[in-house]
């Protein structure tokens, strides 16, 4: 348990959480060691578990046919992303049971991922108000961020990619 209480630390979703508030959340934690091109969820699944990158990098990708109007589009799905060690996704679990935004896949040999369930961890913030609100305002500040970053994307596909073509 001490080697994920290791690992949470240093994802930016658990910033500021007690060393007995990780060993809490570590005791909800599986890990899974995934190999290159391994697919952990596809786009528009069901959702209910938050991952944590305890070795290597995983691509966030998405199907440029869902917002795509033309049939003869090509359905590759693009990567928008590359997540590595401490950084987490899924998170959109921890906020509702829609469905998953992006699909997820392994982009290297031994990457080795924390997996939390969703309803325990949730479970352990009502029972927790303090570590809930630290965990709650450190997902937003990191949901932000990528908010942020994919405007970001979106803006620069709209003024350059329209000159390209």
């Given at each position: 348990m001490e080697t994920y209480v290791n690992i949470l630390q240093q994802a930016d979703i658990?910033?500021?959480?007690?060393?007995?508030?990780?060993?809490?959340?570590?005791?909800?934690?599986?890990?899974?060691?995934?190999?290159?091109?391994?697919?952990?969820?596809?786009?528009?699944?069901?959702?209910?578990?938050?991952?944590?990158?305890?070795?290597?990098?995983?691509?966030?990708?998405?199907?440029?046919?869902?917002?795509?109007?033309?049939?003869?589009?090509?359905?590759?799905?693009?990567?928008?992303?590359?997540?590595?060690?401490?950084?987490?996704?899924?998170?959109?679990?921890?906020?509702?049971?829609?469905?998953?935004?992006?699909?997820a896949r392994v982009a290297q040999d031994d990457t080795k991922l924390l997996i939390i369930p969703s309803n325990q961890l949730k479970q352990v913030c009502l029972a927790n108000p303090n570590l809930g609100y630290q965990l709650m305002f450190n997902l937003a500040a990191d949901l932000s961020l990528k908010i942020r970053s994919t405007d970001l994307r979106i803006r620069e596909e709209l003024l350059y990619g329209r000159a390209r073509k």
């Open positions: 658990f910033y500021q959480l007690s060393k007995p508030e990780l060993e809490l959340i570590a005791q909800l934690c599986e890990e899974r060691t995934y190999k290159t091109g391994e697919v952990i969820f596809f786009e528009r699944t069901k959702s209910d578990e938050l991952y944590i990158i305890a070795q290597g990098t995983v691509d966030i990708m998405v199907n440029p046919n869902l917002v795509s109007d033309k049939p003869e589009d090509d359905n590759t799905p693009v990567t928008i992303a590359t997540l590595r060690r401490g950084q987490s996704f899924g998170e959109i679990a921890l906020v509702d049971q829609g469905l998953r935004s992006a699909t």
